[in-house]
């Protein structure tokens, strides 16, 4: 920047989509909390919207579901935890699976207007949910659907078939200081 305001406006695109797909990916934070920002302006306008999470377990209690519910969310946490604390991995990778079947099943029905897919890129990385299935899955989405996809190492699929992609960079973060995620900020 060298100080001074713009004074033109940039030129707006006379296409319009009909839908979109963002990605959100990167080391930084903010990933998920830039999807919930999207939720609340799809509720704004009255937009049908769904969230499926795939790492998250339906025993964690975070904010963001606690106040999606409450506004008319339709709120699935398909995950069973962190990986390091799995019991059972099959049965981590099982319930990953399922959920990405319940995702494609909500997209594919065309009945919401958003669908979050909060850290999908995870399942992927680790081969318990193809690639090629989320692509082709976000590419022949009903026309009304839009997709929010978030999570670390987005591949270059996803990247590439993004509407808008954004990757979030770390430049630092309080655990790296020995502070642990505080409720109402990271969950």
């Given at each position: ?79 069973d ?64 659907v839009?997709v ?6 987005a591949?270059?699929?996803?990247v ?24 109402g900020?990271?969950?």
């Amino acid at each position: 920047m060298n100080g001074v305001p713009p004074r033109d406006a940039p030129e707006r695109s006379p296409r319009h989509a009909t839908s979109l797909f963002i990605l959100n990916t990167g080391d930084g934070k903010g990933k998920s909390t830039a999807a919930f920002g999207m939720v609340l302006r799809a509720l704004a306008r009255n937009w049908r919207v769904a969230v499926v999470q795939f790492v998250k377990s339906g025993e964690w209690r975070t904010g963001e579901e606690a106040m999606c519910r409450k506004l008319g969310v339709d709120w699935w946490s398909t995950g069973d935890g962190f990986t390091w604390d799995s019991e059972n991995i099959d049965e981590t990778q099982a319930i990953a699976r399922a959920g990405w079947e319940h995702a494609r099943s909500t997209i594919g029905a065309g009945e919401h207007e958003l669908v979050v897919l909060d850290e999908v890129t995870y399942p992927i990385a680790w081969g318990w949910i193809t690639l090629e299935d989320v692509v082709r899955t976000i590419r022949e989405r009903p026309p009304i659907v839009n997709v929010v996809a978030t999570g670390r190492d987005a591949p270059s699929d996803l990247v590439e078939l993004a509407d808008t992609a954004t990757e979030m960079v770390n430049l630092h973060h309080a655990f790296d200081a020995g502070i642990g995620a505080r409720r109402g900020i990271d969950y």
